[in-house]
């Protein structure tokens, strides 16, 4: 079985802060990675993709992706209390699919 | 753009009764659609994909024939619960992907049943 892997949390951050969040993959052929939001109740959110090394960023948001670790991580800066979810990791498996193979989560709690 | 509907939000239901749920993409063409049950506290778990106009491509230890999955368009598909129980308690989800971003998954609302 292809994993995906996260620290289930709950990793808890002051608001204003910046929220590192982990990802570890065990497929090395795997070539696209995501990063998606749910909040409790909810279903799945995008918030980034990224598909080469290196940082990419969006807003408050940057993810971080090592092929050669197999690790991918979101940075999420100005922490504020909405952002509190389940942030998912998920990535396409080797071999041509589009399926995606997703992380349990870890649960980010933003304190005031 | 890129927005998913399903249909019911919510529904419960006797045990062994029958359940479809519709999937639709509404402002996109969904070459490929998926299918994901969540229990609480635990992650996604695909159950199948399905292609126009093709059967659906079950994952191991999903029962074909108990999740009966249509894709009869390019923006529905539907997933039918036959015989539920309540074990079939969960949170169902459908995701879709467009022809000109295949490996992004567009997901729905969701779709939670309760079987009594």
């Known amino acids: 079985q292809k994993e995906v892997e996260q620290n289930s949390g709950p990793l808890s951050v002051p608001e204003g802060a910046i929220a590192s969040l982990n990802c570890t993959y065990s497929?090395?052929?795997?070539?696209?990675f995501f990063w998606y939001r749910q909040y409790s109740g909810k279903s799945p959110e995008l918030i980034m993709s990224i598909y080469s090394n290196g940082d990419k960023e969006d807003g408050r948001f940057t993810a971080q992706l090592n092929k050669a670790s197999q690790y991918v991580s979101l940075l999420i800066r100005d922490s504020q209390p909405s952002d509190s979810a389940t942030y998912l990791c998920?990535?396409?498996?080797?071999?041509?699919?589009?399926?995606?193979?997703f992380g349990a989560g870890t649960r980010l709690a933003v304190h005031p | 753009g890129a927005v998913v509907s399903q249909h019911p939000s919510r529904v419960i239901c006797k045990s062994g009764t029958s359940v479809k749920i519709e999937c639709r993409s509404l402002d996109f063409q969904a070459t490929t659609m998926f299918w994901y049950r969540q229990f609480p506290k635990q992650s996604l778990m695909l159950m199948a994909t399905s292609n126009e106009g093709s059967k659906a491509t079950y994952e191991q230890g999903v029962e074909k024939d108990k999740f009966l999955i249509n894709h009869a368009s390019l923006t529905l598909s539907t997933l039918t619960v036959t015989s539920a129980h309540p074990e079939d308690s969960s949170f169902y989800i459908c995701s879709a992907t467009s022809r000109g971003a295949q490996e992004t998954q567009y997901f729905g609302p969701g779709t939670r049943l309760l079987v009594l």
């Open positions: 998920a990535v396409t498996p080797s071999g041509g699919y589009n399926k995606l193979i």
């Open positions: 497929d090395r052929g795997s070539q696209s």
